[in-house]
């Protein structure tokens, strides 16, 4: 690839699973660059990334997956990059599949292409009730714009350069990705989806336990339908 690409590593108490998550990335992408983002992480992730030499940034409070990435699409707008694709720091996501989730933004198809586990229906699945979740959350996404997404919680996608200014001014804070969609999706941008297999969680426990699941996909749910009714959805449209 001979355009910029930027790889954000969102990590919140990964030390089981960054250094291996960083070095898949390394061997599998060498030609991309990335950047972790360690949101005020209280195990030992910051030492691992600072002697391991790892470009990171180090949050000084808890900004949340949203606020991290955030940060993160800052830099990629701040130093020009052509791609910003958004990893997870679990391990689930596999690097093999970043150039099926960034192809189809450099051909043009899409302002953003999510990496989706359920096109082929390959690999780790999630939990049952998390796939339904997934779905209605998938559902209510079509109903509010139109726009039919299937893995709409997946945090493995690309942006182009003008959707990533826009998610630098404009971005949900607390558990994001589905917001995003539909945000993106209001303001004009087109969002699409690329076949990837996922893994289960590498180590460590997600930040998702079962009670903060129900929390998850009501705030999710109201938080879809207050964007798609408010005065701003289109948040000045296009950047």
Do not use: W
Request: hydrophobic fraction near 40%; include cysteine.
């Amino acid at each position: 690839m001979d355009e910029k690409i930027l790889v954000l590593i969102p990590c919140y108490n990964e030390e089981e699973n960054i250094v291996n998550t960083v070095e898949r990335l390394r061997s599998t992408c060498p030609e991309v660059d990335f950047l972790v983002i360690n949101d005020c992480s209280t195990d030992g992730s910051a030492a691992l990334l600072q002697s391991r030499g790892y470009p990171f940034l180090d949050l000084p409070v808890n900004l949340g997956i949203g606020g991290g990435v955030q940060c993160g699409y800052l830099y990629a707008t701040r130093y020009g990059y052509d791609v910003t694709v958004q990893m997870d720091g679990d391990g689930q996501h596999d690097p093999a599949y970043l150039r099926e989730v960034v192809q189809p933004v450099l051909n043009g198809e899409c302002d953003m292409c999510i990496g989706s586990r359920f096109i082929k229906k390959e690999g780790f699945q999630t939990s049952f009730m998390r796939r339904v979740g997934i779905r209605f959350l998938s559902g209510l996404i079509h109903l509010l714009c139109g726009k039919r997404v299937l893995d709409v919680t997946s945090g493995f996608r690309a942006t182009n350069a003008r959707m990533t200014a826009y998610f630098a001014k404009h971005y949900a804070t607390d558990y994001p990705e589905p917001e995003a969609i539909l945000a993106a999706c209001l303001a004009g941008y087109t969002v699409g989806e690329a076949p990837v297999i996922m893994q289960e969680r590498q180590g460590g426990v997600s930040s998702i336990s079962s009670f903060k699941s129900v929390y998850y996909m009501v705030k999710v749910s109201l938080a879809l339908i207050i964007d798609r009714f408010s005065i701003h959805k289109t948040r000045g449209g296009k950047a």
